[in-house]
């Protein structure tokens, strides 16, 4: 921690952090981190203890961060886009104080009221939780006198797992320089991707950029508003950028480098993207929770084959599947087995073709469909079908069948109204020549909703409200 207060402190007149409501330098940001760290002093908020706090990026929200982080606290924090898991979050990880910032103009929700005297209050409010918070992986932490850091898995399939981190591990890897980059910063800081955007730009003297909404037409608005270099995001939020055009009505030439991650990317997005943005370095990221983000290196722009590693990391492939050994490991989960052999290698659970030093993440071996015996990976079908007439986004699945044990579905949303019977034909037609007829989704179904949640990142699950 103290390396990143030393970046800080060396340029107090470097930007920190810029919004269309706010800007903030070094300088203000370390007067934010010593005013946290007293009044956690005050309010009793000791080493050890177990903190979450609720907020979008702001400099409070990043201040709180490095202050608990500086304080040697266990670190929940929360995002507004998840308000509705705040309480679930809260329960598992056994937090023993809630702060919430109190920021109304965050996603227009209001600032809570003084109970006293009625009046709207600004600035941090503490609750006391009561709770008791001895679970082992935190008696770990508080040993070794190390922050810690509590992420929450999207949980797209049943609970979430709630992933301990030690922060010091985390943080270690940044020593080494880097570029330093004006980011948009996307992924939220509840989100491994979103911390680790942060503590880049905070270790290289970078810029976190902030847009009014996570919309393909608001950060492109403050791509160009505020001269962003680098955008890591996820490929289907790449997909809405594109299909919104919005690329189009906002000036990008700032932009050097779009990295994503997250979830497989589809050829036909890349693709698409290489065209409408030919000057930005396009470079696919791997990363987990419960290992960290590795480094890595793109074939090239067009292509969805990557170096992945790192010192820290050790990486193998078993039976086609990805195998990861980190120095940042996470210590465990706090409602879950541990997923690592004795030998302390994580199965990703990601089917990967190999060439070489680079690999091609294939997907998850969760979600492969097996359709009488022949493997089929849905990001692929999703690649050919997103490229036909009339399609805002699919997604595709499995569903259990009685002679071939599985066929593939495909869920569309589409951009203008047709009937099912209309799209399926067309897609037989257009499939004819793109796939071979096992991979060809036997049954379709059309949906209004979104197939991705509020990390943008794609749901393989049949929506109930299809027709």
Same mark, same amino acid.
């Given at each position: 921690?103290?390396?990143?207060?030393?970046?800080?402190?060396?340029?107090?007149?470097?930007?920190?952090?810029?919004?269309?409501?706010?800007?903030?330098?070094?300088?203000?940001?370390?007067?934010? *981190?010593?005013?946290?760290?007293?009044?956690?002093?005050?309010?009793?908020?000791?080493?050890?203890?177990?903190?979450?706090?609720?907020?979008?990026?702001?400099?409070?929200?990043?201040?709180?961060?490095?202050?608990?982080?500086?304080?040697?606290?266990?670190?929940?924090?929360?995002?507004?886009?998840?308000?509705?898991?705040?309480?679930?979050?809260?329960?598992?990880?056994?937090?023993?104080?809630?702060?919430?910032?109190?920021?109304?103009?965050?996603?227009?929700?209001?600032?809570?009221?003084?109970?006293?005297?009625?009046?709207?209050?600004?600035g941090p409010r503490l609750t006391h939780t009561g709770r008791c918070s001895d679970q082992t992986l935190y008696q770990e932490l508080r040993k070794e006198n190390a922050p810690g850091l509590v992420l929450f898995s999207s949980g797209s399939t049943g609970k979430s797992k709630a992933i301990v981190q030690n922060l010091n591990k985390l943080m270690s890897k940044f020593s080494v320089p880097r570029p330093s980059l004006r980011m948009l910063i996307f992924l939220q800081l509840d989100h491994i991707g979103g911390v680790n955007s942060l503590l880049y730009a905070l270790a290289n003297q970078g810029t976190v950029i902030k847009a009014e909404g996570r919309t393909p037409e608001l950060v492109c608005a403050a791509i160009e508003r505020h001269r962003a270099e680098l955008l890591p995001t996820s490929p289907t939020f790449l997909n809405l950028i594109l299909l919104s055009k919005a690329y189009e009505h906002h000036d990008l030439s700032s932009l050097k480098v779009i990295t994503y991650g997250t979830e497989p990317m589809q050829e036909s997005t890349l693709h698409r993207l290489q065209t409408c943005l030919p000057t930005v370095r396009l470079q696919q990221t791997y990363g987990l929770s419960e290992v960290g983000i590795l480094r890595s290196k793109s074939r090239g722009d067009g292509s969805l084959w990557m170096k992945i590693g790192g010192d820290e990391f050790d990486v193998k492939i078993t039976d086609g599947t990805l195998r990861i050994k980190a120095d940042s490991a996470m210590l465990g989960y706090l409602n879950a087995p541990s997923p690592?052999?004795?030998?302390?290698?994580?199965?990703?659970?990601?089917?990967?073709?190999?060439?070489?030093?680079? *690999?091609?993440?294939?997907?998850?071996?969760?979600?492969? *469909?097996?359709?009488?015996?022949?493997?089929?990976?849905?990001?692929?079908?999703?690649?050919?079908?997103?490229?036909?007439?009339?399609?805002?986004d699919v997604v595709v699945f499995g569903e259990n069948h009685p002679i071939t044990g599985k066929i593939v579905t495909a869920q569309f949303k589409l951009i203008e109204p047709e009937t099912t019977r209309s799209l399926k034909g067309r897609m037989m037609i257009y499939c004819k020549d793109k796939l071979p007829s096992y991979k060809t989704p036997s049954k379709i179904s059309i949906t209004d909703q979104n197939s991705y949640n509020e990390r943008f990142k794609r749901m393989r699950r049949r929506d109930s409200a299809t027709h």
């Open positions: 921690m103290a390396y990143f207060l030393d970046k800080i402190r060396a340029t107090p007149d470097h930007v920190a952090f810029q919004s269309d409501t706010e800007r903030a330098t070094h300088q203000q940001l370390s007067e934010k *981190i010593a005013f946290f760290e007293q009044w956690l002093t005050q309010n009793e908020v000791g080493p050890g203890r177990v903190v979450s706090f609720d907020g979008d990026y702001s400099l409070e929200s990043i201040a709180l961060f490095l202050a608990l982080t500086n304080n040697r606290n266990i670190v929940v924090p929360l995002s507004l886009d998840s308000h509705h898991h705040f309480e679930e979050f809260r329960h598992i990880a056994c937090t023993e104080f809630d702060i919430s910032l109190n920021t109304p103009a965050q996603n227009g929700l209001n600032a809570p009221s003084d109970t006293e005297s009625g009046s709207s209050v600004s690592f052999d004795e030998d302390g290698y994580m199965d990703t659970g990601d089917i990967v073709e190999q060439d070489g030093d680079w *690999i091609r993440i294939l997907g998850r071996a969760s979600e492969i *469909i097996n359709v009488g015996g022949f493997k089929v990976f849905p990001a692929e079908i999703e690649s050919v079908l997103l490229e036909m007439d009339n399609v805002e």
